[in-house]
């Protein structure tokens, strides 16, 4: 079991440890911040759905398209559609499981809590990153097509590229600060368990 004047070190070689175990005081905090994700799962339900069944709809009308019009880039494109979707629906169902987790808990349990909520961050933000390296490897193949039948788009596929690779870039970055928050997480989790062991 985790010792609480064991430090934590960073991925930086820092040492870092709590200043006070103090149950009360954590909670607290945690119970604050909490409330705010719990505001963001929410607003992440109330877009997600209707966004998550507009890409099935809009993705199977493309690939509808392209079957009866013979635009061949447009199952590319219809396709990467569907999956993204499907990425998407499974982002919506681990925001929909949290939240029945969350309902669950007791109150007591808040840092077990946070640290479920940081889980389910990091698997979200993977689903957007396997979003983004779908929509690059479909987006350059539906180019390929295009070339081969002689109908280059108008728009460089470089443009497209950038912005997906600027996307990635920031998921990446939101995924490196998620999973140091959520190794702090579990290290205040294990220092405050044997802190109460201790006074038992």
């Known amino acids: ?51 998550t069944a507009a890409g099935f709809l809009i993705g199977a009308m493309t690939l509808w398209t392209a079957w009866t019009t013979g635009t061949w880039n447009f199952l590319t494109r219809g396709s990467a559609i569907l999956i993204i979707s499907i ?41 957007a990153l396997a979003g983004c390296i779908i929509a690059a490897v479909f987006g350059l193949f539906g180019t390929a097509v295009r070339y081969s039948t002689g109908s280059p788009p108008a728009l460089s596929p470089v443009i497209d590229m950038g912005v997906l690779a600027i996307f990635a870039i920031a998921l990446t970055l939101w995924f490196r600060q998620v999973k140091v928050s959520l190794s702090k997480l579990q290290y205040l989790a294990g220092a405050i368990a044997s802190e109460e062991a201790d006074r038992q």
């Not at 929909?96 to 007791?106: A, V």
């Open 87 to 127: 990425l998407a629906a499974r982002g919506v169902w681990l925001l929909l499981t949290f939240r029945s987790i969350g309902n669950e808990k007791p109150p007591g349990d808040t840092l077990t809590l946070a640290v479920a909520s940081s889980q389910h961050t990091l698997a979200i933000i993977r689903l």
């Open 1 to 51: 079991m985790t010792n609480p004047r064991d430090p934590y070190w960073d991925e930086l070689g820092v040492a870092w440890r709590p200043a006070d175990t103090d149950t009360s005081a954590v909670i607290s905090k945690l119970k604050s911040r909490m409330r705010r994700q719990s505001l963001t799962i929410m607003a992440g339900l109330w877009l997600g759905l209707p966004a």
